[in-house]
């Protein structure tokens, strides 16, 4: 299984409440599913390093190194991090994507770039990080050639609001399928809405789309993710990859 994301058209990016749940997660959708461990939820490296090379080994791999809510005072955290284990994937802001491609030196990391919605189709804003708090807003091609040259991997796209900014979203899908790069839609993702906004990315051919799909399948009262919610997406996800690999 370890190739799966790798290999995957669509992986699914989902949390976990512990290592069972994580585990349940994992086997369910056949290892195809990346799992988010949150820097947020640790107080330093070492004791990050430590748990996540336990889900590591259960995991095989499968695992997404977040910030937590896009919080852009996370991303040197999810660098130094990074720099000791080399994660599958890596969650960060747009202007920190440089410094962690340099602090994880491994190829095979996939390292994805926040940029925010603008409200206007063809536009975001890469103004992601901690000190901006102003707009800075350039077209889409231009966010994906300049997180190329700093070693990025993907957009991740958030906050969508679910199906609130399809038609930005579609431009962005547009773009990342003509600039040859992944697609990561973030943000109000959930198990009715979800098979739309995927599908929305491989009609416009982009290569590899991986849907966060968070809080709206976390059961309030557990805090685990529902094993359910996953299957069913999972069943979608299966069958639109069968079709647009075919």
Known sequence: MAQNFYNDRICLNVLASDIT????????????VLIGLLSSNY????????DIRVYDKVLDGSISLGLGGGN?????????????????HINQVFPKVGYTRAAVNHAQTMINSLVKPTGQPGLVDIATGPTNKSLIIVEVEA????????????????????????????AVAKACAKEDFYLEPTGGIDVQNSPQIIEIALQAGVKKVIPHVYSSIIDGSTGRTRLEDVQSIYHFVKKLGDQYDE
């Open 21 to 32: 749940n994580a585990k349940e997660i994992y086997e369910a959708t056949d290892g195809h």
């Open 43 to 50: 107080t330093s490296v070492q004791e990050a390093l430590e």
């Open 72 to 88: 852009p005072e996370q991303w040197k955290m999810v660098a130094d991090i990074s720099r000791e284990y080399k994660p599958r």
């Open 143 to 170: 966010a994906i050639q300049l997180t190329k040259e700093m070693g990025g991997n993907s957009l991740k796209f958030f906050p969508m609001g679910g199906t609130s900014r399809l038609e930005e979203y579609e």
